[in-house]
């Protein structure tokens, strides 16, 4: 959009703004001083839900002007737009203007997408992820999570490893030199589709806590809630403070980070737990694969698809993020691992089988304990598990895909996932022209 554009913008809000009752939250994205920034959001009285769950993630703030404003008319038209619809971003001015949307995202993206070049040029690197401290036999231990939303990202951050485990952060993060972890949010915004006490106690308890904001959720007669309705959609969500949790740790106590893991919610080939290099991390970090759900929109649901670093909302090109993660996981041993949060062979059928919330918590607490036997994945390159504790020996398969296509007798369709993959990746990295050669030949 040219500046002239842009302008026309502006007076077509700010004329719409003169005539309507507005509220002003103000607060902190991060409570961290090396990367704090003072925000602001501004937004339509008849919209005051966003403003209530924007207040719940800002840190208090009280006094002063913003470093990031979002400016919010979501019951004003941008004819001549896609859906008549419009958001712009500023970076020059740390703006963001967002016309004819009542979603809440616009506002929490709005002033994190601001806050993700701010980190940058810091020397750091804005991460969509979630930050947890585990408590381990050779001390505590910060584990970093990446993934795009629904692939398993709040999920695995919240949920219990081993004696202790507090969850610290559920979306994003400042990764900076030494592996320093910084915090953005003072809540969190869990996607509640399917949400069940029994495998996500904390969020469950925080999500149906008197101070949660909920959206999209079903509820009968009655004042009864039910997760698992989908008549309305699949999208239903919720804000809530850290402090609807009962225990969380604040990021400023973290000691610098052991290990990242990228989620990825593949169908096929792709382990429950993969170990990565330092060049396979960068590359695959780039590659930012998983397969669509609803959580990002009917267009995205079921689709194949790679956003570099799981982050579709860094405001520059991705070629700087993946040379800059490099360049910080040079900075501070940092183990990388892969890890399906979807299926193998595929996601229903014969041999089909599901990477459930348990695996998942098993694969976590393996990565903050040890006590995995490694062996080379020839096809792939990385290290793939043996055994892992907790996984049993029927559920196997889920560390080595491998071995269930060929007691399947299906070796061929393994094959042509190899070729297809090896090529796919290959190509959709050589897209980006400046990225470190090095991470291109990482795949």
Not at 54 to 76: A, C, H, M, S, W
Not at 407 to 418: C, P, S, T
Request: proline content about 6%; aromatic content about 10%.
């Amino acid at each position: 959009m040219s500046r002239e554009e842009y302008a026309k913008i502006v007076a077509l809000q700010e004329d719409y703004i003169r005539d309507q009752e507005m509220i002003v939250i103000d607060g902190y994205i991060s409570n961290a001083p090396e990367v704090q920034t003072a925000a602001r959001l501004i937004i339509e009285k008849a919209n005051a839900n966003v403003a209530g769950m924007q207040k719940f993630l800002y840190f208090p703030r009280e006094g002063g002007e913003p470093t990031v404003t979002v400016i919010d008319t979501p019951n004003l038209v941008a004819q001549g737009y896609p859906n008549d619809r419009c958001i712009t971003v500023d970076l020059e001015n740390n703006i963001t203007r967002v016309l004819n949307s009542d979603y809440f995202g616009e506002s929490k993206k709005g002033g994190l997408r601001m806050w993700n070049k701010i980190v940058y040029d810091k020397g750091g690197l804005p991460m969509h992820a979630g930050a947890k401290l585990v408590q381990t036999e050779h001390g505590p231990k910060t584990i970093v999570i990446i993934g795009l939303s629904g692939t398993g990202k709040t999920t695995s951050t919240f949920r219990k490893q081993g004696k202790d485990s507090k969850p610290v952060q559920d979306d994003f993060i400042a990764l900076m030199p030494g592996g320093i972890v910084h915090g953005t949010e003072n809540g969190c915004f869990a996607k509640t589709f399917a949400l069940s006490v029994e495998h996500e106690p904390e969020i469950y308890g925080a999500v149906t806590s008197p101070i949660a904001y909920l959206e999209n959720v079903y509820m009968d007669q009655d004042g009864n809630l039910d997760f698992f309705n989908e008549s309305f959609t699949q999208n239903g969500r919720a804000v809530f403070p850290m402090e609807a949790l009962g225990r969380y740790e604040d990021a400023r106590n973290l000691p610098p980070v052991s290990a990242i893991v990228i989620l990825n919610r593949a169908r096929a080939v792709v382990p429950a737990l993969a170990k990565l290099s330092q060049q396979q991390a960068a590359a695959y970090f780039m590659l930012g694969e998983t397969q669509g759900t609803s959580a990002g929109g009917k267009d995205e649901a079921g689709k194949a698809l790679r956003v570099p670093g799981t982050n579709p909302f860094f405001p520059l090109p991705h070629d700087v993020q993946g040379n800059r993660f490099l360049k910080l996981l040079r900075t501070h041993p940092i183990d990388v691992y892969l890890m399906n949060t979807g299926w193998i062979v595929d996601d229903q059928g014969p041999g089909s089988k599901k990477v459930t919330i348990e695996h998942s918590s098993f694969c976590l607490q393996a990565i903050a304990e040890g006590g995995v036997t490694w062996a080379d994945d020839l096809d792939f390159g990385y290290g793939v598990a043996e055994h892992l504790p907790g996984i049993s020996a029927e559920d196997e398969d889920l560390l080595q895909p491998k071995k269930a296509f060929e007691r399947l007798g299906r070796m061929e369709e393994y094959d042509a996932w190899v070729q297809k993959l090896r090529t796919e990746r290959r190509a959709f990295l050589k897209t980006f022209p400046d990225l470190d050669p090095y991470i291109l030949a990482g795949i």
